[in-house]
């Protein structure tokens, strides 16, 4: 499977909100409702955020919201914060998983 | 709580074979697929393999495959992952994670381990 596209970089004022998408196929995120999102800051091993396209584990801020149109998820982060500052990675599931190329979001 | 500890990493030879492991604690290790995820150096992430929670279904990557060999043993709570003939492509981070919970209709990955860091140099 080829990786799921992402933009290279976002960023915005603390505050603001952001959206990263994620776009793959019919055969991926467009086929299932298993679309999960990861943070990871420098070093660090990678932290689940969303999972099923849209639903937040306990202890993630609802500041973190995903969604889901067709082929395309997409992660939104509204009222932006510092630590918010790092890799994001969508990572979709269909019979296997495959990841997202990753997204720098920057906090201006 | 959860826990995941990754060991077995370390510089090897093109060609070469080496076995990961991990230890896992903090839950029912057998109620649970588990997975290897690895990522270059300045890389993204690149799934690797997952085993289900009786060892009976397994998946690999296209890049790994015939190559690597993930298994579990349960009564020991440990996850493994051994590669052979292995490429100067196979240098990442290794990451052994815990994924869906057997009989879930969810599918994700959460949580990781920290790491052990595979290096395939001459």
């Known amino acids: 499977q080829s990786a799921l596209t992402q933009p290279r970089s976002v960023s915005g004022s603390p505050g603001q909100s952001v959206t990263i998408s994620c776009t793959g196929t019919s055969s991926d995120v467009g086929g299932y409702n298993y679309v999960s999102w990861y943070q990871q800051h420098p070093g660090k091993a990678p932290k689940l955020m969303i999972y099923d396209v849209s639903k937040r584990p306990s202890g993630v801020p609802d500041r973190f919201s995903g969604s889901k149109s067709g082929n395309t998820a997409s992660l939104t982060i509204s009222g932006l914060q510092a630590e918010d500052e790092a890799d994001y990675y969508c990572c979709s599931y269909a019979g296997s998983y495959v990841f997202g190329t990753g997204t720098k979001v920057t906090v201006l | ?122």
């Open chain 2, 1 to 122: 709580q959860v826990q995941l500890v990754e060991s077995g990493g370390g510089l090897v030879k093109p060609g070469g074979s080496l076995r990961l492991s991990c230890a896992a604690s903090g839950f029912t290790f057998s109620d649970y697929y588990m997975s290897w995820i690895r990522q270059a150096p300045g890389k993204g992430l690149e799934w690797v393999s997952y085993i289900s929670s009786s060892g009976s279904t397994i998946y690999y990557a296209d890049s790994v495959k015939g190559r690597f060999t993930i298994s579990r043993d349960n009564a020991k709570n440990s996850l493994y992952l051994q590669m052979n003939s292995l490429r100067a492509e196979d240098t990442a981070v290794y990451y052994c994670a815990r994924d869906s919970a057997l009989y879930s209709s969810s599918w994700f990955i959460s949580p990781w381990g920290q790491g052990t860091l595979v290096t395939v140099s001459s």
